[in-house]
């Protein structure tokens, strides 16, 4: 897989801005089938920095419901990557 096919998009909450800010961590939505070292490659690679692990979530679809019934939404991986504390990646 090419590093653009596994990080699909930077994970902009309130919760990630702040462990970037503090712990220099950034969180990412990644590919279901990416593994830590294709992650690991991928941010090394796109964000030209230096990564010391990865922890990923992988978050289940929750069921919703509206008046014509009920549905699910998509299931999402995420990557956490901590950097190391001379990098960093400017997201905005």
């Known amino acids: 897989m090419e590093a653009t096919e596994v990080i699909r998009k930077p994970m902009v909450t309130e919760k990630s801005t702040f462990a970037s800010s503090m712990s220099n961590r950034y969180t990412f939505q990644v590919d279901h089938r990416a593994t830590k070292p294709q992650i ?12 010391l692990g990865v922890a990923i979530q992988n978050r289940k679809g929750q069921m919703r419901r509206n008046k014509f019934g009920y549905w699910k939404t998509s299931e999402i ?10 990098d960093r990646i400017e997201l905005f």
Do not use: C, I, S, T
Request: cysteine-free; charged content about 35%; overall charge positive.
């Open 40 to 51: 690991k490659q991928a941010v090394e690679e796109l964000y030209n920095v230096r990564v």
């Open 77 to 86: 991986k995420r990557a956490v990557v901590k950097l190391h504390p001379d």
